[in-house]
Nanobody
Framework: QVRLVESGGGLVQPGGSLRLSCAAS????????LGWYRQAPGKQRELVAG???????NYADSVKGRFTISRDNVQAMVYLQMNSLKPEDTAVYYC??????????WGHGTQVTVSS
């Protein structure tokens, strides 16, 4: 059974930091591309950051220079370090693991709220 479990969300003040974690099980983790997506109320889900099986990263323009995605293939974990958080970063954040179709899995999400 494939599971992706996010953790680390919460309430933080503008300018603060959070580190999201996603624990994967039931997949050959090292061959998967991984991503963090987010969905704010009334908006479509969007890609925040991705990392390939080879470690190449990409970021949404809105988070470049503030967020960092990383992976640990031994622990089957993917992380999102979020710094200089802004109120517009408020959303539910989802972990995604994707390999060749149809292998595409999602976690249930973790809420991040940036507010004073």
């Amino acid at each position: 059974q494939v599971r992706l479990v996010e953790s680390g969300g919460g309430l933080v003040q503008p300018g603060g930091s959070l580190r999201l974690s996603c624990a994967a099980s039931g997949i050959m983790f090292s061959i998967y591309g991984l991503g963090w997506y987010r969905q704010a109320p009334g908006k479509q889900r969007e890609l925040v950051a991705g990392i390939t099986s080879g470690g190449v990263t990409n970021y949404a323009d809105s988070v470049k220079g503030r967020f960092t995605i990383s992976r640990d293939n031994v622990q089957a974990m993917v992380y999102l370090q979020m710094n200089s958080l802004k109120p517009e970063d408020t959303a539910v954040y989802y972990c995604n693991a994707k390999a060749r179709w149809p292998y595409d899995y999602w976690g249930h999400g973790t809420q991040v709220t940036v507010s004073s």
